[in-house]
């Protein structure tokens, strides 16, 4: 780095050229983690309805709760797999902010006049997101309302 302590050329370079890949990166990960919550979700529903719509011979206390032990299986692992990409998520975001705060992006009057180009606030939003804590909470009442009716049928 120069003496000014900004990056030199070649470094601006090199944040400029995978600057557009982290960003791809977190998109990346945020779309896996929806993917993933969605075919859960999917997967438990269809197993809501199958349970729900077609009649079934009475089972065994014991086969329920191998249904149950299943579907409990399931969505940890699918938890885990959300779990997983959030952490992948976040940390190319702090990569990202690092490469975003490099280039200037947030500095007033390096881009703009009197203006960052990117919001101050953009370097801590990430820390308020809920979104994995809403795909998860998603993931467990309907896995809690598949085992009720399968316990209940």
Request: aromatic content about 8%.
């Amino acid at each position: 780095m120069p003496e000014n302590g900004s990056p030199g050329k070649e470094q601006q370079n090199q944040l400029k050229f995978l600057y557009p890949w982290y960003k791809e990166e977190v998109f990346r990960r945020r779309e896996r983690m929806m993917s993933l919550t969605a075919n859960a979700s999917g997967v438990l529903v269809l197993v809501l309805v199958i349970v729900q719509v077609f009649p079934a011979p009475p089972t065994s206390p014991t086969t329920a709760v191998l249904v149950c032990l299943g579907v409990v299986l399931f969505s940890g692992i699918m938890a885990y797999l959300i779990l997983q990409q959030r952490s992948r998520h976040l940390m190319a975001k702090q990569v990202l902010i690092t490469i975003e705060r490099e280039l200037g992006l947030y500095e007033k009057g390096r881009h703009l006049e009197d203006a960052a180009l990117y919001p101050e606030e953009w370097q801590r939003a990430w820390m308020r997101d809920v979104s994995v804590g809403i795909y998860l909470a998603g993931l467990a009442g309907l896995t809690s309302l598949v085992i009720a009716a399968v316990l209940l049928r």
